[in-house]
């Protein structure tokens, strides 16, 4: 038995890719544990837990920085560690006198950047929203010190291993530090161009241009790269160049529909049994097509058709404004999140599955979003951005078309794809979900695309899978 760690910068608890990578691992016969960090970012105290026969060891980011960082910023925030410096004075003589006197001459030496910074904030930052994703000094230093300091806490942490895996860019310091004390193997497992994706695409260009040499870096010293579809590898590939890259759809396992068609949307929402339900289930955040789908059932011929969002986000109170307003006349409407485990008997409760990404970057015309294999799995056709991949999984399969492709950033057209599936006649309709259903079953799948990964760790540890 080989034993393999996992780094992922987020909580893990709802991701679903790494744990169905893990699942996997164990079942293939490896000893698997995931290095994550706790839910809350200010924890100071870690936990554990485990599932499917692996260890999730949630290690916190340091926290020492973050106090210093924020006085730096907003200095007149120090107030109240001063004023509390300032009442003990006298309570432990001579200690606290001596922290008084010394918290007074530090604010003293400050009071000029007090003075800068307090003129700065009142005169151009007060009132101003923050740029998504932070100002600049706030990326850099959240990268300097919580993720890289992340990093080296999970790797003192790791347990010895044949393979350190780190997940993105964000997890993969962890599994290179990892190795560097322990020996043993690294896999680099990029869910997207990390540099293309978010607000990371909006930085300026030099920094992204050192973050590239960063990560060709740290490519170059790694034994494989996993990727989620062909053209991230490609474009992965001739950025990096990598010693090994394997491509692992982020599939669902497949899924038995019931013989009766479930209907939790409906019954959730009130829509009218003859209407028809158009879903966009996952985030919500901004440039996933929640406005464009909005808007295209509002377009001539879509009438009877209500469009349904199923997830969280920041985009949540917009939405929940959205669905008041008098022009939808009652047919946007807007439902929590559900459990991973509980998500196919929702999805297969619609009638076309909506993933309208706009071209905003390069990640996203190279996506294959977990929502589009999630839809064929539940037998639901999609609608989705006509960018490469999308088009070569809806239109090119072997039992497609799956569905339709369209312009994103069209609500016209996009409420064009979505009349042409909902309007089809019954049977074709029902021939339709049982070709999505079958392209599901026999290729879009994680028991097919698990496999790879099953055989790259036989390769790497020099083990065979277990039966």
């Known amino acids: ?168 860019l964000t997890g993969l310091p962890a599994a290179l530090r990892a190795a560097e004390r322990n020996g043993g193997r690294v896999v680099y497992d990029s869910h997207e161009i990390f540099l293309e994706s978010g607000t990371n695409a909006r930085r300026p260009a030099w920094l992204r241009a050192r973050f590239a040499r960063l990560e060709r870096r740290w490519v170059a010293r790694c034994d494989a790269l996993v990727t989620v579809n062909d053209s991230l590898a490609e474009e992965l590939g001739r950025r990096y160049a990598p010693k090994r890259t ?33 879903l966009y289930h996952g985030g919500f955040s901004a440039h996933r097509g929640l406005e464009e789908l909005a808007a295209a059932i509002l377009e001539p011929g879509l009438e009877r058709v209500h469009a349904v969002y199923l997830g969280y986000g920041t985009m949540r109170g917009w939405l929940d404004r959205e669905a008041t307003e008098p022009r939808y006349g009652g047919r946007l409407h807007v439902l929590d999140a559900v459990p991973p485990a509980e998500l196919g008997p929702w999805v297969a409760s619609a009638d076309v599955g909506v993933m309208a990404i706009q071209a905003s970057t390069l990640n996203h015309r190279l996506s294959t979003p977990n929502k589009l294999f999630e839809c064929l799995a539940a037998g639901v056709p999609v609608v989705a951005s006509d960018f490469p991949e999308m088009r070569r999984i809806v239109l090119g ?71």
């Open 397 to 467: 399969d072997p039992d497609g078309p799956l569905g339709e492709v369209c312009d994103p950033s069209s609500p016209s057209d996009l409420a064009r794809a979505i009349g042409s599936i909902v309007s089809l006649p019954p049977d074709a309709l029902a021939d339709l979900r049982a070709r999505c259903l079958r392209a599901a079953h026999e290729r879009w799948n994680w028991e097919t695309e698990s496999a790879r990964l099953v055989a790259l760790y036989a390769d790497l540890t020099g083990t065979e899978p277990a039966p």
């Open 246 to 278: 394997v491509v692992v759809h982020n599939t669902p396992e497949r899924w038995a529909a019931p013989a009766e068609r479930p209907d939790l949307i409906r019954a959730a929402t009130g829509i009218p049994p003859g209407d028809r339900i158009a």
């Open 1 to 168: 038995m080989s034993r393999v760690v996992m780094f992922v910068f987020n909580d893990c608890r709802t991701d679903a890719r790494v744990l169905r990578e893990a699942a996997t691992l164990v079942a293939a016969g490896h000893e698997v544990t995931i290095i994550a960090r706790p839910t809350d970012n200010a924890a100071r105290v870690g936990d554990r837990e485990t599932r499917d026969g692996f260890e999730i060891v949630r290690v916190p980011i340091p926290h020492a920085w973050r106090r210093w960082w924020i006085w730096t910023r907003y200095p007149w925030r120090a107030r109240s560690w001063l004023l509390f410096r300032l009442r003990n004075a006298f309570s432990r003589p001579p200690i606290g006198l001596a922290n008084a006197l010394a918290a007074l001459a530090l604010a003293v030496v400050v009071l000029p950047w007090l003075a800068v910074r307090g003129a700065w904030y009142v005169l151009w930052n007060r009132g101003r929203k923050p740029p998504p994703g932070g100002s600049l000094s706030d990326w850099l230093v959240r990268w300097r010190f919580a993720i890289l300091g992340w990093a080296e806490a999970a790797a003192r942490a790791a347990p010895l291993a044949e393979v350190y895996h780190g997940h993105d």
